[in-house]
C-alpha cells in the first residue's frame, strides 16, 4: 500500500495552466479508472474536484480537468486563479479493494 | 444538506485506546459505503479504513490493521473506529467520508476530530 507519487509543489501564475501528475502502478491507477482529485484549503475538509478520471462534479469549474495514461493520472488547471492555491491530492482503488492516496501537492499561486 | 460529524478524539497514552465516532445526517447512512481518513499535522492526507454499506465488508490499511476496527450502527446512523495499541504515530485528526454504491471517490467528508497519542 505505498503512496501514489505527486510533486510536493507546482506554481503558476494567474491565467497560467498547471498540471500534477499522480503515479501509480498497475495494481491501482494503472488497473482502474477510479482516479479522483481533491482540493484541500489550510483547515478545511478535502473537496472533490475531478472523479473517475476526468468527471467533474456539479459545481466544480471547468477550468479543472483529469486525464490518465498507463499508470500515471493527471490534474490541469488552466487559467489559474488566487483562490486555486491550496493542496491537491490524488487518489485511486486497488486491487486490495482498499484507497490509496498520493502524498499531495501545494499549488502556489504567484 | 449532508452533514458528517466527527467527535471522539483526544489526548491518550500510546498502548491505549480510543472510540471515534461520525454522526450521519441528511441522506440515506445504509445506502453509502464509509471510510476512515486521518491527516496527521502538516502531512498528507491517509486512508484508514472503509466498511461496506451493510457492513459486511471491511478493509483496513496495512499500517492499522489487527490494531483499528471500523463499525456502523445503520440504526443510529453512525459510523465507529475503534482504535486500539495506539501508538505515537497514529496522531492525526480523523474524518469519515462518505462514498456511494459502485463509485469509488469521497464525495462528502466530517470535519475531522483531532487524536494525539502522547506520553
Known amino acids: 500500500q505505498s503512496a501514489l507519487t505527486q510533486p510536493a509543489s507546482v506554481s503558476g501564475s494567474p491565467g497560467q495552466s498547471i498540471t500534477i501528475s499522480c503515479t501509480g502502478t498497475s495494481s491501482d491507477v494503472g488497473r482502474y479508472n477510479y482516479v479522483s482529485w481533491y482540493q484541500q484549503h489550510p483547515g478545511k475538509a478535502p473537496k472533490l474536484m475531478i472523479y473517475d478520471v476526468s468527471y467533474r462534479p456539479s459545481g466544480v469549474s471547468n477550468r479543472f480537468s483529469g486525464s490518465k495514461s498507463g499508470n500515471t493520472a493527471s490534474l490541469t488547471i488552466s487559467e489559474l486563479q488566487t483562490e486555486d492555491e491550496a493542496d491537491y491530492y490524488c487518489?485511486?482503488?486497488?486491487?486490495?479493494?482498499?484507497?490509496?492516496f498520493g502524498g499531495g501537492t501545494k499549488l502556489t499561486v504567484l | 444538506q449532508v452533514q458528517l460529524v466527527d467527535s471522539g478524539g483526544g489526548v491518550v497514552q500510546p498502548g491505549t485506546s480510543l472510540r471515534l465516532s461520525c454522526a450521519a445526517s441528511g441522506f440515506t447512512f445504509r445506502d453509502y459505503a464509509m471510510h476512515w481518513v486521518r491527516q496527521a499535522p502538516g502531512k498528507g492526507l491517509e486512508w484508514v479504513a472503509i466498511?461496506?454499506?451493510?457492513?459486511?465488508?471491511?478493509y483496513y490499511a496495512d499500517s492499522v490493521k489487527g490494531r483499528f476496527s471500523i463499525s456502523r450502527d445503520n440504526f443510529e446512523n453512525t459510523l465507529f473506529l475503534q482504535m486500539n495499541s495506539l501508538r505515537a504515530e497514529d496522531t492525526a485528526v480523523y474524518s469519515c467520508?462518505?462514498?456511494?454504491?459502485?463509485?469509488?471517490?469521497?464525495?462528502?467528508w466530517g470535519q475531522g476530530t483531532l487524536v494525539t497519542v502522547s506520553s
Open positions: 467520508a462518505r462514498e456511494d454504491y459502485g463509485q469509488f471517490y469521497f464525495d462528502n
Open positions: 487518489s485511486s482503488h486497488t486491487s486490495s479493494d482498499t484507497r490509496v
Open positions: 466498511i461496506s454499506k451493510h457492513g459486511d465488508n471491511k
